[in-house]
């Protein structure tokens, strides 16, 4: 078995010294780092402590050696595309976790800077972060099963006011949302 240890690790921006201290109990980034490179045996306890300190699930940990997981081959700098020293697990945003729930919209119309075929994708932002998300597309449901989505440009408590995407739309109050979603990731087809 292959690990992805080290892939997921840094698709979540952590070096071997935060994974090391987030497990528990704690350990040194010289074992990460022996696990990583299979030079320590990955045991099942081991498999869930490093899990748990990613915030995955552990299977997300291992494949086998044939993957048809997609693959980093390169980065895109300000010089050009550069090849990586060897391709990387694509860890795509759904697996690697994280604080709120995940959702998405698929645009059927081109809408403001949105074209029919896009998905934008939402996490859920917990209530005392709301004010933090002035000024960035969020969805809100409504009332009746519906949802009202646009740029957040007020907040007073539960109370969201949002400037819709497409020309010449009205701004949209949202009295009593029981949740707001904020835009985390825009899916383009090309």
Do not use: Y
Request: aromatic residues 4%.
């Amino acid at each position: 078995m292959i690990n992805r240890i080290r892939d997921i690790r840094r698709e979540k921006g952590l070096t071997l010294a935060d994974v090391a201290e987030r497990c528990q109990p704690q350990t040194t980034a010289q074992t990460i780092g022996r696990l990583e490179t299979g030079m320590r045996n990955l045991s099942l306890v081991w498999m869930n402590r490093i899990a748990a300190a990613l915030g995955v699930e552990p299977e997300l940990l291992v494949r086998g050696d044939v993957s048809a997981q997609p693959q980093l081959v390169a980065r895109l700098t300000d010089a050009g595309p550069e090849a990586l020293t060897a391709p990387r697990d694509a860890i795509l945003p759904t697996a690697l976790g994280g604080d709120g729930v995940l959702m998405a919209i698929a645009v059927e119309a081109s809408c403001g800077e949105f074209r029919a075929g896009d998905q934008i994708w939402f996490r859920r932002v917990p209530d005392e972060e709301w004010g933090r998300h002035v000024n960035r597309d969020v969805l809100v449901p409504r009332s009746g099963g519906r949802f009202a989505f646009g740029r957040m440009i007020d907040r007073d408590g539960h109370k969201v006011a949002l400037f819709p995407p497409g020309t010449g739309q009205r701004q949209i109050v949202v009295d009593n949302a029981a949740w707001l979603a904020a835009a985390e990731m825009l899916v383009r087809k090309l």
